[in-house]
T-cell receptor, first 113, second 112 residues
C-alpha cells in the first residue's frame, strides 16, 4: 500500500507570497492532518480534515488554511508568507476512528526568504 | 493548553544496552499515546501506540503507560546503532477526531 504522498518536497518563496502544499493520504484513510515542524517549537498541529470538513484546528493565524477533497486528498495554503513560516510541513493520514495512529508523509520543506 | 514533556537528552547508551525514554502529559483525559521515531532529515515514523495502563511489547520495544501518574515510557532493548534517532512522544488530545500533541523529542545515540 502506498504511503502518504506530499508535493512538492522543497519550496523557496519570498515574503508576502502565498504557497499551496498538497497531500494524498494512504488509501482508505479519510482523516488528514497537517503539522508544522521547526527546531524551536517542534511539531505543532495546524488542522485536521475529515469528510471535506475541518474537524480540529490548532492555534495558527488565519493565513494558514486548508481544504479536503471528496477523494480525501488535502491541500494547505499559507498566504502572505513571513520569514517565520520557514519550516517542515508534514501531512499525516489516519483511519476515521478516534485514537488511530497518524502516518506521516515525507514533508514539504518551505523556505521563506 | 495540553502539554507533553520529554527530556530532550541527548541520551547515549552503548550498543546492546536498554534505552529508556520518558514522557509526561498534562491532560488527564487523554486516551491514546504514541511513540514516533524521527531520523535526521526524515519524517516521523510510528513505532508503537498504547491505550491501556500497563506494558505493551513489540519486538525490542516496550511501551509503558501509567495514567494515574500521567506517564508514558518507551524501552528499547538490545539497542542498535540504527536506533540512533529522535524519539517523539505524542498524545491525542482531540475531543473529536485527531489533534495530536507532541513532545519536543529525546535524541538517542547508540554507541557501537
Amino acid at each position: 500500500k502506498a504511503g502518504v504522498t506530499q508535493t512538492p518536497r522543497y519550496l523557496i518563496k519570498t515574503r508576502g507570497q502565498q504557497v499551496t502544499l498538497s497531500c494524498s493520504p494512504i488509501s482508505g484513510h479519510r482523516s488528514v492532518s497537517w503539522y508544522q515542524q521547526t527546531p524551536g517549537q517542534g511539531l505543532q498541529f495546524l488542522f485536521e480534515y475529515f469528510s471535506e470538513t475541518q474537524r480540529n484546528k490548532g492555534n495558527f493565524p488565519g493565513r494558514f488554511s486548508g481544504r479536503q477533497f471528496s477523494n480525501s486528498r488535502s491541500e494547505m495554503n499559507v498566504s502572505t508568507l513571513e520569514l517565520g513560516d520557514s519550516a517542515l510541513y508534514l501531512c499525516a493520514s489516519s483511519l476515521v476512528q478516534k485514537n488511530s495512529p497518524l502516518h506521516f508523509g515525507n514533508g514539504t520543506r518551505l523556505t521563506v526568504t | 493548553q495540553k502539554e507533553v514533556e520529554q527530556n530532550s537528552g541527548p541520551l547515549s547508551v552503548p550498543e546492546g544496552a536498554i534505552a529508556s525514554l520518558n514522557c509526561t502529559y498534562s491532560d488527564r483525559g487523554s486516551q491514546s499515546f504514541f511513540w514516533y521515531r524521527q531520523y535526521s532529515g526524515k519524517s516521523p515514523e510510528l513505532i508503537m501506540f498504547i491505550y491501556s495502563n500497563g506494558d505493551k511489547e513489540d519486538g525490542r520495544f516496550t511501551a509503558q503507560l501509567n495514567k494515574a501518574s500521567q506517564y508514558v515510557s518507551l524501552l528499547i532493548r538490545d539497542s542498535q546503532p540504527s536506533d540512533s534517532a529522535t524519539y517523539l512522544c505524542a498524545v491525542n488530545g482531540g475531543d473529536t477526531g485527531n489533534q495530536f500533541y507532541f513532545g519536543t523529542g529525546t535524541s538517542l545515540t547508540v554507541i557501537p
